[in-house]
């Protein structure tokens, strides 16, 4: 079984970095928010975003399947009372010149095989699209 380990610190009121091997990343701690950092929710979809860029580089090789790019776009749903995302929806947009039953079969292994958004799916409704560019 593997293991990850992330240490997070305040700074300030105004925000705060969270540490993994060497990589930092700055949080948006602050009250009034900051346009320099991510959010709590931000690293949430962007946590998912990560999983399925990862995942289409992990399948891409096992499939034979040709891309040039690939993005994600997430958008998520919060709700105030108690406050918790309650949905996540994603566009995968691919630039290839695969057929359509390809990006299908590759959709479903990226899902297949995702840490994060299997855990986030059994959490949240996770819903999901792939297309060409």
């Not at 700074?11 to 950092?37: F, K, Y």
């Not at 993005?71 to 105030?80: A, I, S, T």
């Not at 929806?89 to 959709?107: Q, V």
């Amino acid at each position: 079984m593997l293991e990850y380990s992330v240490t997070a610190r305040r700074i300030d009121a105004h925000g705060s970095e969270a540490r993994a091997g060497e990589a930092t990343l700055v949080l948006d701690t602050d009250l009034a928010g900051r346009p320099d950092a991510f959010n709590p929710a931000e690293l949430f979809l962007a946590a998912i975003a990560a999983c399925i860029l990862k995942g289409i580089e992990r399948v891409t090789p096992l499939l034979g399947f040709s891309l040039t790019d690939a993005e994600v776009r997430l958008r998520g749903q919060r709700q105030d009372a108690p406050p918790k995302m309650v949905s996540v929806s994603y566009e995968i947009i691919i630039d290839t010149d695969e057929t359509g039953p390809r990006l299908d079969l590759l959709h479903k292994n990226i899902r297949k095989y995702g840490t994060i958004s299997n855990t986030v799916a059994d959490a949240v409704n996770l819903t999901g699209t792939i297309r060409r560019r």
